[in-house]
């Protein structure tokens, strides 16, 4: 299946609202995203259901399709860079032959690894790459608050996903953020998710800069793997991202 | 069975189908004598009635009852699901609410959810999960909504793969995720949360282990049941001992505190003692946080343990507990070892217990001395018993029984040991190490009897022209020469033996035979 066709499912059924297309995953992500905001529960079903949707929206057919949402403008930018983490994260998963539950899992952890952003001001969280010192300080704690805000939610089925709220800024070799006070190296997922987020994020076009090709992006990824990023896991995603998101 | 809607199912022998004798009485209560008519007919019926005419425990009977049934009969059930399905789907919305809500108990809604998910067809399905969301706990989202409506169409539309993978998402999320028990929030969740697990956490490539979610949670000040189920599996798995490592390491939070409260239980306390060597930095944690609560694991271990490090720690720790732990440790005093009833007693007067005097008197003959001792010290308390145990530590045979009483004399004196005082510094067997002590006590006495005493230390007899001789130099010989100073100076015998004392080189003479306070 072509990425062409893959972008064309993953909006099937979608209202366009400007330039995004609300898919109804979209729609539920960013309404997670508000009820986290407005500091109500976490509303893990919903949250679920979109980690099954798009694990579903995955495999339209046999072969396994990576159907990212288009950025679309800044005000959805949490909501779309959750969706489509969670697509590339299950997507690498799949990729690396993890069984179906395990792969939701991953999804649905990937889905809230920034739902700490939810407490940043969003003129922050929309663009963290063109922001002061101090600002940057306070988007640093995303990951803290986002633990605090799935560890509240009372559900077991979210560890994963607390620890990779956590530990997504963590680097291969202990830098990054938050500073841990017992030492431990990151979990599995939480540098899967990693590669995932960082991926997204350079493949994405910001107010302030273009997106970046995809050879400089894989350039990246594997010149630092090692002490950055976790070597294997950016080896497989930069394969899974040749053969599923070539990019122009 | 019977449900709170009064719906009771019974599989009738014969061969008749229960299911169609649920349908047939379901159409008959809502006006239809046919027993054959369809479910969307039924449902054009129902819908088209007046709201005041509906009969939703009828509905509830039929609605409820033949999923119930169904899973009795699953070869024969095949057509009535299917009449049952049909029925759900035409049916308002309102109605299908209307009927669910009016069971009850959320234990029987929860069984249907399940059932309904796993024998209705996908659109009957659908319309539970909206009807059921909306009369049950949980409201369903505008945009859950939107997702099963999304993933419900690619159940009814695709492929065969797709169908099936669609449709084990929509059973799942109305058999499991719907009508989620409401839990209590926090720290007292978690008993429950561990009854409600209906599996446990099994660490593997995506499930993290359990310290890790507790680091998080004490890094983060984060508490919740993911914090607690991982503490059940630590405890669980016997490492007790790392999570106080943990809270020993952790900021002072929210989470390190009810950690600590949570994992402080006496079971776990008396595992950190009965380690060799005890962490007791561990254990001060624990006993900090379990207050009283921890006295019995502690009085175990001061009872039974082998190793003395440990008695002493956790008789250290026992003494910081106060009062409180009295009735609990007075128990123990039936024990028939020596050391378990004189730690028992030398901590129900550390920690100022209100001892009756019947206990501590029962000890005042024992064999062992150690015990005679700490009896002697409770009694020495109590106003009502204290001469009596001076007078008894006094006589004992033992020195530090003497010694424990003569200690006592000196911060109480009371003239009624004078006499006991007197006879003892003059027998054999009375240790020489307590003389002295016990002259400084006479001294301070006006009784005649200690002036002959004192008189005894100070002379060495007399000349034989009979004048009195003051004896040799010794401690004893100036702690009598003190005595006499401070309440004989104008007693004849003492005078004399006072300007002998004034009258020697010998300067630590002439200070203790001055009067106190007078100058050189």
Redesign the interface.
């Known amino acids: 299946m072509t990425a062409q066709a893959q972008a064309h499912d993953a909006h099937d059924g979608a209202a366009t609202n400007g330039h995004i297309a609300m898919t109804p995953e979209l729609n539920a992500m960013l309404w997670v995203q508000q009820e986290a905001r407005d500091g109500r529960p976490l509303p893990t079903l919903e949250t679920s259901m979109v980690a099954d949707a798009l694990f579903m929206g995955m495999r339209p057919a046999a072969e396994l399709g990576l159907p990212l949402l288009p950025l679309g403008d800044m005000e959805h930018y949490l909501g779309v860079h959750a969706i489509n983490v969670a697509t590339l994260a299950m997507g690498l998963a799949t990729f690396l032959e993890f069984d179906e539950d395990a792969v939701r899992k991953i999804g649905m952890a990937a889905l809230l690894h920034d739902i700490g952003m939810v407490r940043i001001p969003a003129d922050l969280a929309a663009q963290p790459g063109q922001i002061d010192a101090a600002d940057r300080e306070r988007v640093k704690t995303h990951p803290v608050e986002g633990a605090r805000i799935v560890m509240a939610a009372s559900d077991p089925s979210l560890d994963l996903a607390a620890v990779v709220a956590y530990e997504h800024h963590i680097k291969m070799d202990g830098s990054g953020y938050p500073r841990v006070l017992f030492p431990r190296t990151g979990h599995y997922v939480s540098r899967l998710v990693q590669l995932c987020d960082i991926y997204h994020a350079l493949r994405s076009p910001r107010p302030y800069r273009d997106a970046w090709p995809r050879p400089i992006i894989y350039s990246f990824l594997n010149e630092r793997a090692g002490f950055e990023f976790h070597p294997a896991l950016a080896a497989a995603l930069t394969r899974m991202a040749q053969q599923l998101d070539p990019g122009d | 069975m019977e449900n709170s809607s009064g719906f009771t199912v019974r599989a009738q022998p014969g061969g008749w189908n229960e299911l169609d004798r649920v349908w047939a009485e379901f159409a008959s209560s809502s006006g239809i004598p046919d027993p054959s008519i369809s479910g969307r007919d039924l449902a054009s019926r129902i819908n088209a009635a007046a709201p005041a005419d509906r009969q939703p425990l009828a509905i509830a009977r039929a609605v409820y009852g033949s999923v119930q049934e169904a899973e009795q009969e699953p070869d024969t059930a095949g057509p009535a699901l299917a009449r049952l399905s049909e029925f759900l789907v035409h049916a308002k919305p309102s109605v299908i609410s209307e009927a669910l809500r009016s069971e009850q108990d959320p234990a029987v809604r929860r069984a249907f959810l399940e059932r309904a998910a796993r024998a209705l067809s996908i659109p009957a399905v659908l319309r539970v999960a909206l009807a059921a969301a909306g009369a049950f706990e ?1 409201p369903l ?4 909504r ?6 419900g ?2 159940a009814l539309t695709e492929g065969a ?2 169908r099936a ?2 449709e084990g ?1 929509i059973r ?2 109305v058999a499991h ?2 009508e ?1 028990a409401r ?1 209590p ?1 926090g720290e007292d ?1 978690y008993d429950t ?1 561990l009854r409600a ?1 209906s599996s446990p ?1 099994v660490p ?5 282990e359990a310290d ?2 507790i ?13 607690w ?2 503490v059940a599996e630590m405890i669980q798995e016997g490492r007790t001992a790392e999570l106080f490592d ?1 809270v020993k ?3 002072d939070t929210a989470a390190s505190s009810a950690l600590a409260r949570r994992i402080a239980t006496p079971a776990a306390l008396g595992e950190a003692l009965a380690r060799d060597p005890v962490d007791f930095s561990a254990v001060d944690l624990m006993v900090s946080a379990m207050g009283i609560a921890a006295a019995k694991p502690l009085v175990e271990a001061l009872v039974e343990s082998r190793v003395r490090a440990t008695r002493r720690g956790a008789y250290e720790r026992l003494a910081t507990l106060g009062p409180e732990i009295a009735p609990l440790i007075a128990g123990r005093l039936k024990d028939t070892r020596w050391f378990v009833v004189r730690n028992v007693l030398s901590l129900l007067r550390e920690v100022g217990a209100d001892v009756e005097p019947s206990v501590a008197e029962r000890f005042v003959g024992h064999t062992d001395p150690r015990v005679r001792r700490e009896a002697m010290q409770l009694l020495l308390r109590n106003s009502r018993t204290r001469d009596d145990a001076l007078l008894r530590c006094i006589r004992d045979v033992d020195p530090s029984v003497i010694r424990a009483g003569l200690q006592h004399a000196r911060e109480n004196m009371t003239e009624t040991v004078v006499p006991v005082l007197a006879k003892r510094i003059t027998e054999t067997d009375f240790p020489p190490e307590f003389r002295v002590m016990a002259l400084e006590l006479l001294g301070r006495s006006t009784s005649t009897l200690a002036l002959d005493a004192l008189l005894d230390y100070a002379s060495a007899g007399t000349t034989l022209l009979g004048k009195a001789r003051l004896a040799g130099r010794s401690a004893e010989l100036l702690a009598a020469l003190r005595g006499l100073a401070r309440n004989w100076q104008n007693e004849r015998r003492a005078r004399a033996l006072l300007d002998m004392a004034e009258r020697t080189r010998d300067e630590s003479i002439r200070m203790a035979a001055r009067r106190p306070g007078a100058a050189e």
């Open positions: 949980r989202s505008a945009p859950m939107d997702l099963l409506v999304r993933v169409r690619v793969a797709r993978e669609a998402i799942a999320v995720r719907l989620v839990r929030a969740a949360t697990a956490r593997g490539r995506v499930t993290p890790r979610i680091q998080l949670a004490l890094e983060t000040g984060a508490t919740g049941e993911l914090l189920l991982a943990f390491r952790a900021p």
